[in-house]
């Protein structure tokens, strides 16, 4: 009798230390986060995920079908035949972008904006305005007709010196010794010359607001207008 009693503690003692010892392993269970291991002894831990792979690059805008449309007035690659149609081939980028922007904007309003490109430019976003830029002035500008007429030596003068006495500047000042432009100042070289006529007399005018060349070409006549602009087409 005493024997079973005895047995009967022990079985009770060993019972209360198996029930102890799973408390313990549950509770190191919760208090662990979720998918985590402990490492081996001795040995290291487990290795940090991998960096997340990096976003893939923007995709270039396709401005093909664009062009195309362009090119019904403005000429294969720029290079219009019309004097209506300002010839874009070897423009200079950041030209091309500030007026496409102006026009869809309708922050240029003269009557040539207003007439063909308020429509054409409304629906143009920022990166395919870019688009349009970059190839337009990547392309090969069209060569200066030959000069030597008494207009363009005539319109040489005034673009290399200006005319001091009406305040009008040289206009290679900013236009360059070529008239090749420079970023936001647009190429002249080998543009149509009746084009180049009409917007010097649309600055003149306020026609086409421009603070800075209203005051270089209001100072103008009409025969200097003429001459300069036959030179620069000769560039």
């Known amino acids: 009798m005493r024997a079973q009693t005895r047995m009967t503690g022990r079985l009770r003692r060993r019972g209360t230390q198996i029930a102890s010892a799973s408390v313990v392993v549950l509770l190191s269970l919760v208090a662990a986060p979720c998918g985590a291991q402990a490492p081996k002894a001795g040995g290291a831990r487990p290795a940090a995920a991998p960096p997340a792979a990096a976003p893939p690059a923007a995709r270039p805008v396709d401005v093909s079908g664009t062009i195309h449309m362009c090119s019904s007035c403005h000429g294969p690659d720029g290079r219009s035949v019309s004097s209506t149609f300002p010839r874009l081939a070897g423009q200079q980028k950041d030209y091309i972008e500030a007026q496409l922007k102006a026009f869809r904007d309708k922050t240029r309003a003269d009557p040539h904006a207003k007439t063909y490109m308020w429509g054409m430019a409304a629906r143009l976003s920022d990166p395919l305005i870019a688009g349009i830029a970059d190839y337009y002035s990547s392309q090969k500008p069209v060569a200066g007709t030959p000069g030597g007429s008494p207009e363009a030596a005539a319109g040489a003068k005034i673009y290399t010196e200006g005319i001091a006495a009406e305040s009008v500047p040289a206009c290679k000042a900013c236009h360059g010794d070529h008239a090749e432009g420079n970023s936001v100042i647009p190429r002249l070289a080998g543009q ?44």
């Not at 603070?211 to 560039?235: C, P, W, Y």
């Open 192 to 235: 149509h010359r009746a084009y180049i006529e009409a917007q010097l007399e649309a600055f003149a005018s306020n026609a086409r607001a421009n603070e800075v060349m209203h005051d270089n070409s209001k100072g103008l006549t009409a025969e200097e207008i003429r001459d300069v602009a036959a030179f620069v087409q000769t560039q």
